[in-house]
């Protein structure tokens, strides 16, 4: 129902473009987020993208390099990643968070590597 893609190795000061394709049910949701995990770290949340006021949220480590959007015609939400660093190595996932306020759906995570 979520599925992830556009991982992949870039340089520092590189970009990537992760996309979250939605289907079912996870298209009923009120939000679509990026969550990262880095090896050794716990999962932490990126970004999101509110379906109501098409509203956006950023951790602050990314904000002004990363941008979320949604295309509407191809049912995705997209991770805009500019000038990366090392430090966003990790593997992304998308979610997609119901009414409750639960992260209720994940996709498969998509490796980023990002050399120095």
């Known amino acids: 129902q979520l599925q992830a893609s556009g991982g992949g190795f870039a340089q520092a000061g590189g970009s990537l473009r992760l996309s979250c394709a939605l289907s079912g049910r996870a298209s009923s949701t009120s939000s679509i987020g990026w969550f990262r995990q880095a090896p050794g770290k716990e999962r932490e949340f990126v970004a999101s993208f509110r379906w109501s006021f098409s509203a956006t949220f950023y951790i602050d480590s990314v904000k002004g390099r990363f941008i979320i959007s949604r295309d509407n015609a191809k049912s995705t939400v997209n991770l805009q990643m500019n000038d990366l660093k090392p430090e966003d190595t990790a593997v992304y996932y998308c979610?997609?968070?119901?009414?409750?306020?639960?992260?209720?759906?994940w996709g498969q995570g998509t490796q980023v590597t990002v050399s120095s």
């Open positions: 979610a997609g968070r119901t009414t409750s306020g639960r992260w209720d759906y």
